[in-house]
C-alpha cells in the first residue's frame, strides 16, 4: 500500500496540504510522523522513538530524550498530493516553537492517547489551533494498549474541547486484539497484517454496530451541514461523497472533527488517516488570503504564484556549515538568486539555494511558490517571525507574538579561553529560538540565559555542550520577578528644570499612579487629562515613553514593573526651554519618585501544574505540593487499569525546579507532570534577591 513518492502531483496549490500533528507529550506524536514518512516511501525504514531512529527527531538530544524538541518540516507525497509535515513540540516549554508552526500551518492533525484521551497539554495547544483558526482532524492513537477505549476518549474530546466529534472508523478488536478498522463512509473493513492492510465487507459480527454508527454519523452530519440535511430528509441514507463533502465542509469551518483511531506503533491506521488528509484538511487555497501591512495600511495577499512575493520566516537553524532558513511562501514565487526585502529591518537579502526538506535530507529546487514551505541557503539575518518580500512591493506580515521568558540561569565558560566561543554559542541559540535570551548582569557581570522553562535552558545549555564541545557551569535558575502597585498616589508634581549654559530644560509634570483593574492585571496603560493644551500633544507621548523607560527597574529590588495605570493630570511648558526630551526625562523621574510612594509588591511567575499519579502516593505527592507552596485546585480519578488520579495545582515556578526528579521518587518512576504558565501572583516577602 506503499504510494510512489515521485507520483505526479496535481495542481500544485490545490494538491498541497500544510499541516502540523498536535499533542500531549508522550502521545504518539512523532511515531505518527514517522509512520506518514514510511508509507509514502520518504523513508525506507521505520523509524522508533524508543530506538532513537527518528527522522524528525534528528537532533541527538532529541534522540535521547524521546521528546521533540525543534519543529521539523519534512515533505512526503501521497495520492498525488504534497504533504509538508510540520512536526511540532508538545512540551510547554517550547509553547513558542508551536506557536511560530500555528502560524504557518493550513491544517492539523491532533493525536490523543486512547487511554487518557484529552490531556492538558493537548488542550493548551488546541486552544491555540483555535485561536489561529486552524482546521483540525483528529486521530486517536494506541487503540492496542490495555485500557484503551475510542468511545471514551472521544467522549473526553467533546466534553474538554468543546467540539462535535464526527466519528468516522469502528475498531476491529480491542485492546491487544485490535487489528483494523470499519470506515463509516464506504462500509468496508480495513484489516493490518505485518505490513499489507486488506479491504474486505463488515465482519458480521459488528454489521449491526457499524450500522448503528454510521445512523448516528448521518445525523450529526445532518444537523450542522443544510445539503446533507437535504439529502438525509429525502432519502434512505446519505451518500458517501456527500458525507465526505460535508465532513470536508464542517472541518473548514471548525463546526466538526473528524475523528479517526489506530495505533501507528503497529502500523495500524495510518493509510486511512493520510486519506483523511488530503480528503478534509485545506489546501492553500482554501484558507483566507493572509493580511499584511503596506505602508501603514492592512491589505490582503492571496495565495498566488503570479502576485509579488510575500514569505514569512518559520525557524531557523544556524549550523557551522551556514544557516538554514525555512520559509512558508504565502503569495508570489522565489527564485535562486533572487533579492527580497526584510520588511521589519529594512534590509535586503539574497536568496541562495532553495530546498524541499526531508528531516535532515535535503533536494533542490529551483523555485518555491505561494502556498510552499521550504528551507533556504543564502539569508544572512533574518530572525524567526521575520517578513521577507519583494523589494518592489513590501509588506509586513504580522510576526507571531514571541513570550516574555520566566526562567533565567548564570552561564559560564569552565576556561578562561572558551569565553569567546561561549558567546558565539549563545548568540547562535537566541538566532534560532527568538524565545531565548542572554544578557550580561550590570551588578554581577554574568552572563544570564533566559528562557520558558527550566526544561527549555536545559535542552539550550545541553545543544551548547554538544555541538560546541565547550565545558559550561551553570548556576542555580532564577525565576523572572515582576513589581506590582497594591495602592497608588495622585497628584505626585515634578518639575525638570536644567540650566547649563545654551539651551535650558523645563518640563513640569503631574502624574496620578493606581493598580490597573482587575485581579493579577499585568500590563501598563497611560492616559491624560490636560485640558486647555497645558501639555502640547507630542509632549504628552513624550511623558508617556518616559514613564516606560521607568518601568524597567521598580523600587523593591530593580525589577520590572507592571500592573499600574499612569494618568498626566496636569503640567506646564516654557515657550523656550521645553522639549521631548525635557518630557520624556520628567516622565520618568516623576513615575520613578510616584514608585516610591507607593505601596509596591513582589509578583513571581506561577504556573499550573497537572500530575498524573498512582493512587497509592497521592498522600505524599499532595504534600509535597503543599510544601511547594502549591495550591490544589482538583483531583480526579482517572478510569482505566492501574488507578491513576489526576492531581491540579497552581504553584510558584521558583519551587518545581528539580520537581520531576522527586516526583519520580515518590511514585515509583510511575507519576508524571504537565505545566502551564498561570501568571504571576505576590510573592513571599523576602524574595527580592
Same mark, same amino acid.
Given at each position: 500500500?506503499?504510494?510512489?513518492?515521485?507520483?505526479?502531483?496535481?495542481?500544485?496549490?490545490?494538491?498541497?496540504?500544510?499541516?502540523?500533528?498536535?499533542?500531549?507529550?508522550?502521545?504518539?506524536?512523532?511515531?505518527?510522523?514517522?509512520?506518514?514518512?514510511?508509507?509514502?516511501?520518504?523513508?525506507?525504514?521505520?523509524?522508533?522513538?524508543?530506538?532513537?531512529?527518528?527522522?524528525?527527531?534528528?537532533?541527538?538530544?532529541?534522540?535521547?530524550?524521546?521528546?521533540?524538541?525543534?519543529?521539523?518540516?519534512?515533505?512526503? !507525497?501521497?495520492?498525488?498530493?504534497? %504533504?509538508?509535515?510540520?512536526?511540532?513540540?508538545?512540551?510547554?516549554?517550547?509553547?513558542?516553537?508551536?506557536?511560530?508552526?500555528?502560524?504557518?500551518?493550513?491544517?492539523?492533525?491532533?493525536?490523543?492517547?486512547?487511554?487518557?484521551?484529552?490531556?492538558?497539554?493537548?488542550?493548551?495547544?488546541?486552544?491555540?489551533?483555535?485561536?489561529?483558526?486552524?482546521?483540525?482532524?483528529?486521530?486517536?492513537?494506541?487503540?492496542?494498549?490495555?485500557?484503551?477505549?475510542?468511545?471514551?476518549?472521544? $467522549?473526553?474530546?467533546?466534553?474538554?474541547?468543546?467540539?462535535?466529534?464526527?466519528?468516522?472508523?469502528?475498531? %476491529?478488536?480491542?485492546?491487544?486484539?485490535?487489528?483494523?478498522?470499519?470506515?463509516?463512509?464506504?462500509?468496508?473493513?480495513?484489516?493490518?497484517?505485518?505490513?499489507?492492510?486488506?479491504?474486505?465487507?463488515?465482519?458480521?459480527?459488528?454489521?449491526?454496530?457499524?450500522?448503528?454508527?454510521?445512523?448516528?454519523l448521518e445525523e450529526t452530519v445532518a444537523e450542522l451541514h443544510p445539503t446533507a440535511l437535504e439529502e438525509f430528509c429525502a432519502e434512505p441514507e446519505i451518500s458517501?461523497?456527500?458525507?465526505?463533502?460535508?465532513?470536508?465542509?464542517?472541518?473548514?469551518?471548525?463546526?466538526?472533527?473528524?475523528v479517526l483511531c489506530g495505533s501507528a506503533y503497529r502500523d495500524r491506521g495510518i493509510e486511512p488517516l493520510l486519506d483523511a488528509i488530503v480528503a478534509y484538511l485545506p489546501s492553500p487555497l482554501d484558507v483566507p488570503p493572509v493580511r499584511g501591512l503596506q505602508d501603514g495600511v492592512e491589505v490582503a495577499r492571496a495565495a498566488d504564484p503570479e502576485a509579488p512575493?510575500?514569505?514569512?520566516?518559520?525557524?531557523?537553524?544556524?549550523? !557551522?556549515?551556514?544557516?538554514?532558513?525555512?520559509?512558508?511562501?504565502?503569495?508570489?514565487?522565489?527564485?535562486?538568486?533572487?533579492?527580497?526585502?526584510?520588511?521589519?529591518?529594512?534590509?535586503?537579502?539574497?536568496?541562495?539555494?532553495?530546498?524541499?526538506?526531508?528531516?535532515?535530507?535535503?533536494?533542490?529546487?529551483?523555485?518555491?511558490?505561494?502556498?510552499?514551505?521550504?528551507?533556504?541557503?543564502?539569508?544572512?539575518?533574518?530572525?524567526?517571525?521575520?517578513?521577507?518580500?519583494?523589494?518592489?512591493?513590501?509588506?509586513?506580515? $504580522?510576526?507571531?507574538v514571541v513570550a516574555d521568558p520566566v526562567v533565567s540561569v548564570a552561564v559560564e565558560a569552565r576556561r578562561s579561553t572558551d569565553a569567546e566561543r561561549l558567546a558565539t554559542a549563545l548568540a547562535r541559540l537566541v538566532e534560532e529560538d527568538p524565545s531565548l535570551a542572554v544578557r550580561t548582569d550590570s551588578e554581577?557581570?554574568?552572563?544570564?540565559?533566559?528562557?520558558?522553562?527550566?526544561?527549555?535552558?536545559?535542552?539550550?545549555?545541553?545543544?551548547?555542550?554538544?555541538?560546541?564541545?565547550?565545558?559550561?557551569?551553570v548556576g542555580r535558575p532564577q525565576v523572572a520577578l515582576r513589581e506590582t502597585v497594591?495602592?497608588?498616589?495622585?497628584?505626585?508634581?515634578?518639575?525638570?528644570?536644567?540650566?547649563?549654559?545654551?539651551?535650558?530644560?523645563?518640563?513640569?509634570?503631574?502624574?496620578?499612579?493606581?493598580p490597573l483593574d482587575g485581579d493579577g492585571a499585568t500590563g501598563f496603560a497611560f492616559g491624560s487629562t490636560v485640558v486647555g493644551g497645558r501639555v502640547p500633544r507630542e509632549y504628552v507621548r513624550a511623558v508617556e515613553a518616559g514613564c516606560r523607560d521607568a518601568l524597567a527597574d521598580g523600587p523593591l529590588g530593580g525589577h520590572p514593573v507592571t500592573g499600574l495605570r499612569v494618568t498626566l493630570t496636569d503640567g506646564a511648558t516654557h515657550a523656550k526651554d521645553s522639549s521631548e526630551l525635557a518630557f520624556r526625562t520628567a516622565g520618568r523621574f516623576a513615575l520613578r519618585e510616584a514608585l516610591r510612594a507607593c505601596a509596591m509588591v513582589l509578583l513571581e511567575p506561577v504556573v499550573e501544574v497537572t500530575a498524573t499519579v498512582p493512587e497509592d502516593a497521592v498522600g505524599g505527592v499532595l504534600g509535597d505540593l503543599a510544601a511547594r507552596r502549591g495550591r490544589v485546585s482538583g483531583s480526579a480519578a482517572r478510569t482505566g487499569p492501574g488507578g491513576m488520579v489526576v492531581i491540579t495545582a497552581t504553584v510558584p515556578l521558583a519551587e518545581l525546579f528539580g520537581y520531576a526528579t522527586r516526583l519520580r521518587s515518590r511514585t515509583q518512576g510511575r507519576g508524571t507532570f504537565t505545566t502551564r504558565p498561570a501568571g504571576y501572583a505576590p510573592a513571599p516577602s523576602g524574595a527580592a534577591g
Open positions: 500500500m506503499r504510494t510512489n513518492p515521485h507520483h505526479h502531483l496535481t495542481e500544485p496549490l490545490t494538491g498541497l496540504r500544510n499541516l502540523g500533528i498536535l499533542a500531549h507529550v508522550d502521545a504518539g506524536k512523532t511515531t505518527v510522523t514517522e509512520r506518514i514518512l514510511y508509507l509514502t516511501g520518504a523513508t525506507y525504514k521505520r523509524g522508533e522513538v524508543h530506538e532513537g531512529t527518528t527522522v524528525t527527531d534528528f537532533d541527538s538530544q532529541e534522540r535521547d530524550r524521546g521528546i521533540t524538541i525543534f519543529a521539523a518540516v519534512v515533505s512526503c !507525497a501521497w495520492d498525488g498530493h504534497r %504533504i509538508n509535515l510540520i512536526d511540532t513540540p508538545g512540551h510547554v516549554d517550547f509553547s513558542d516553537e508551536v506557536e511560530r508552526s500555528l502560524r504557518v500551518l493550513d491544517g492539523a492533525v491532533a493525536v490523543f492517547d486512547a487511554v487518557a484521551g484529552v490531556e492538558p497539554q493537548s488542550e493548551s495547544v488546541w486552544r491555540r489551533a483555535d485561536r489561529h483558526g486552524v482546521p483540525r482532524i483528529a486521530f486517536v492513537n494506541k487503540l492496542d494498549r490495555a485500557g484503551a477505549d475510542l468511545d471514551t476518549a472521544v $467522549e473526553s474530546i467533546r466534553e474538554r474541547l468543546h467540539v462535535t466529534p464526527l466519528v468516522v472508523q469502528l475498531p %476491529i478488536g480491542r485492546e491487544d486484539g485490535f487489528t483494523g478498522v470499519v470506515d463509516l463512509l464506504t462500509m468496508r473493513s480495513l484489516v493490518w497484517a505485518g505490513d499489507s492492510m486488506a479491504e474486505g465487507p463488515v465482519p458480521g459480527s459488528l454489521l449491526e454496530e457499524a450500522r448503528r454508527r454510521r445512523r448516528l458517501a461523497p456527500t458525507l465526505t463533502a460535508a465532513l470536508r465542509d464542517l472541518t473548514r469551518t471548525g463546526e466538526g472533527v473528524v512575493f510575500a514569505a514569512l520566516v518559520v525557524k531557523v537553524n544556524a549550523t !557551522a556549515t551556514g544557516r538554514l532558513t525555512y520559509l512558508r511562501v504565502y503569495s508570489g514565487t522565489a527564485r535562486k538568486g533572487d533579492t527580497v526585502l526584510d520588511a521589519g529591518a529594512g534590509r535586503t537579502e539574497r536568496i541562495g539555494r532553495i530546498l524541499r526538506v526531508r528531516a535532515e535530507r535535503h533536494t533542490e529546487v529551483e523555485r518555491a511558490v505561494a502556498g510552499d514551505i521550504v528551507a533556504v541557503v543564502g539569508l544572512k539575518a533574518a530572525r524567526p517571525g521575520a517578513t521577507l518580500c519583494a523589494p518592489a512591493a513590501p509588506l509586513l506580515l $504580522e510576526p507571531p554581577t557581570g554574568q552572563t544570564v540565559l533566559s528562557g520558558m522553562g527550566e526544561l527549555h535552558l536545559e535542552v539550550a545549555v545541553e545543544k551548547i555542550r554538544r555541538d560546541r564541545g565547550l565545558d559550561i557551569g497594591v495602592r497608588g498616589v495622585s497628584g505626585l508634581l515634578y518639575r525638570h528644570v536644567k540650566q547649563d549654559g545654551g539651551a535650558g530644560q523645563y518640563a513640569h509634570v503631574v502624574l496620578d499612579v493606581r
